[in-house]
């Protein structure tokens, strides 16, 4: 972990890599001991940080990981990763032989894929790694029925550019209470498993809702991305494991005044104080991610609750306070202080009108993240600095 990278403004997101050990480890052992962990860390982790992620998750006992790009892959394998990578999305054909060099594993489903993938491979190269990706419901990318899933095999069995090392669905909706559409998928894709001839290494179906709500959605792998960062699957059908939120946001106030009745906050004079009020300056705004309709959310400041007054701006944001607090007091907007209050991720996805998963990605990389074990930091990852300066 690169510990020396800098940063220069007082917004940061704390990682807490003791809550993802112990999340990635509590999943890992309440699954069958045969079925693999593979992590998701997909988009920089869901905005932890990929790097620092995939090695913590691999520590903790995940198998392998899962992104949606050759490029996060190949970042991950340039930061020394040796673990087992399945690239979710389809990758150009002609980027096969960077895929089969890296050891990257891809999705197949198409024979014109397939022909091209073939062709672009170069001389020496090691055979792609190729799960059959099957759409049973969930509309995005995949085959569809037993024909078809012949042909395909038949092709890689008998082409040397090629190893079938795994067959794979998604749920569209392992996550809510009602079953049906579920166990449809469930049931069209083990029969497409069955209709194989020889079952590949890794079968795998299961998302965080599947792995932790669904028994019979194992298979031997299973993908699990937002439990392991201790966020809910759903509210819907909440799994029995609760994990530790990993992601806390975190800023400073820069600038402390009172106002008088009658005086107004930010763009559109959009706020007005009815009395005398301590208004605080935070240095965080929507270039950061933290979005203009989160106006009149609470935070935390010095362990007390405050409130955002006014519109958000680009990289500012003011808050009234319960009472005069100095320049550099820590604010806290996701997490806690160790005081009653804490903000929940879910907390934001509701005020925003959204899902868990979108407020960590969100959070951009003008936000450096700062990576802590219990209270020690271990490193920082500044994406706007690439050297100490
Ligand atoms: C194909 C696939 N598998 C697994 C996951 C991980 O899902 P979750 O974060 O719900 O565990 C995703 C996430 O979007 C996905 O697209």
Redesign the pocket.
């Known amino acids: 972990m690169n510990g020396k990278t800098q940063y220069f403004r007082d917004t940061w997101a704390e990682i807490d890599l003791d809550a993802l050990y112990k999340n990635v480890k509590t999943i890992r052992d309440g699954l069958p001991r045969e079925t693999k962990l593979?992590a998701?860390v997909?988009a920089n982790a869901?905005g932890h940080g990929d790097f620092q992620i995939a090695q913590e998750a691999l520590k903790a006992g995940a198998h392998g990981l899962?992104v949606?790009l050759l490029d996060e892959a190949l970042a991950l394998r340039q930061k020394g990763i040796d673990a087992p990578i399945l690239v979710?999305g389809l990758i150009r054909p002609t980027d096969a032989s960077v895929a089969a060099r890296h050891h990257i594993s891809v999705p197949a489903f198409q024979m014109d894929w397939l022909k091209e993938a073939s062709q672009a491979m170069e001389s020496g190269d090691p055979p792609l790694k190729v799960h059959i990706k099957c759409d049973t419901g969930?509309g995005?990318i995949g085959l569809k029925n037993e024909k078809e899933l012949k042909e395909i095999e038949h092709y890689i069995n008998n082409n040397d550019s090629f190893e079938l090392e795994g067959i794979?669905t998604?749920f569209a909706t392992?996550?809510q209470s009602e079953e049906n559409y579920y166990l449809q998928q469930l049931g069209a894709f083990k029969k497409l498993v069955s209709s194989l001839e020889t079952p590949p290494e890794y079968v795998h179906a299961?998302?965080?809702?599947?792995?932790l709500c669904h028994n019979d959605s194992m298979f031997n792998a299973v993908?699990?991305?937002?439990?392991?960062y201790g966020l809910s699957?759903s509210q819907e059908r909440p799994p029995h494991i609760k994990g530790k939120q990993v992601f806390s946001l975190h800023t400073a106030i820069v600038h402390v005044k009172k106002i008088q009745p009658g005086e107004c906050i930010g763009y559109g004079a959009g706020y007005q104080a009815k009395k005398e009020e301590w208004i605080a300056t935070i240095p965080v705004g929507y270039a950061d991610g933290w979005l203009r309709m989160l106006e009149g959310q609470r935070v935390i400041a010095d362990g007390h609750r405050a409130n955002i007054v006014g519109r958000i701006c680009m990289d500012q944001t003011m808050i009234k306070l319960p009472h005069y607090m100095p320049v550099g007091t820590k604010v806290t907007l996701i997490g806690g202080q160790g005081s009653d209050e804490f903000i929940t991720v879910e907390e934001i996805a509701e005020k925003l009108q959204t899902i868990n998963?979108e407020v960590t990605c969100t959070i951009n990389f003008r936000v450096p993240r700062l990576y802590k074990r219990g209270s020690r930091l271990l490193g920082v990852d500044n994406k706007l600095l690439s050297e100490d300066e």
Do not use: P, Q
């Open positions: 593979f998701a997909k869901y899962v949606a979710l969930m995005r794979f998604h392992a996550d299961a998302n965080s809702a599947g792995a993908r699990v991305g937002i439990a392991i699957t998963y």
